[in-house]
């Protein structure tokens, strides 16, 4: 089977039990639901969270509707499935950004001066992300870590595209106030 299967055409070969094209949509965003579930605080978790997400997306493939894309739907079952996770292990959401820490892009300086401030920015990026409420730091996650639309966001998290906005909006804007305060204390 051809991989430039589009999503459309290949849901629509799964609904008929077409394990080979549902196969092409595990492949196409297996990493995408890795990287959304690590982002979101499954941590090693993660593996069972894509997992459970993947078995939970193809039995309810006769409820996806494609308004907003396969992606977007999925990343809203892995969102799902990872709070369901925090619910059953009971813990707090101050592990969310763990894996983000270390899999921000490279700094591409040469010199190592500038290679250890770029590191300890993202580290102080990271560590006041983590200090946000979960709806803020959701929303900035998926907007600016997972590189989803306002549109895709409002899907996987379940919200109104104006709430996607407006939050966006304040949870950037303490973010900012976050990181000036500690730019200040650190002079």
């Keep these: 089977m051809a991989i430039e299967l589009d999503d459309a055409a290949a849901v629509a070969r799964a609904r008929t039990g077409d394990l080979d094209a549902y196969e092409i949509l595990v492949a196409r965003y297996t990493v995408p639901a890795h990287r959304a579930a690590v982002l979101l605080g499954a941590g090693a978790e993660a593996d069972d969270v894509v997992q459970e997400a993947l078995v939970k997306a193809y039995r309810q493939l006769s409820r996806y509707r494609g308004e907003a894309?396969?992606?977007?739907?999925?990343?809203?079952?892995?969102?799902?499935?990872?709070?369901?996770?925090?619910?059953?292990?009971?813990?707090?959401?101050?592990?969310?950004?763990?894996?983000?820490?270390?899999?921000?892009?490279?700094?591409?300086?040469?010199?190592?001066?500038?290679?250890?401030?770029?590191?300890?920015?993202?580290?102080?990026?990271?560590?006041?992300?983590?200090?946000?409420?979960?709806?803020?730091?959701?929303?900035?996650?998926?907007?600016?870590?997972?590189?989803?639309?306002?549109?895709?966001?409002?899907?996987?998290?379940?919200?109104?595209?104006?709430?996607?906005?407006?939050?966006?909006?304040?949870?950037?804007?303490k973010l900012r106030e976050r990181l000036v305060a500690g730019e200040v204390s650190d002079v």
């Design 69 to 173: 894309g396969f992606r977007p739907w999925l990343l809203a079952i892995v969102a799902n499935e990872t709070r369901n996770l925090h619910r059953s292990r009971r813990r707090r959401d101050g592990l969310v950004l763990r894996a983000a820490a270390r899999e921000g892009p490279e700094p591409t300086g040469t010199d190592p001066a500038d290679s250890a401030v770029a590191v300890e920015r993202r580290q102080h990026l990271i560590a006041q992300l983590r200090l946000l409420d979960a709806r803020d730091r959701e929303v900035l996650v998926c907007r600016f870590l997972l590189d989803l639309s306002e549109v895709e966001t409002a899907v996987t998290l379940g919200l109104p595209k104006g709430t996607v906005k407006s939050r966006t909006s304040r949870a950037l804007k």
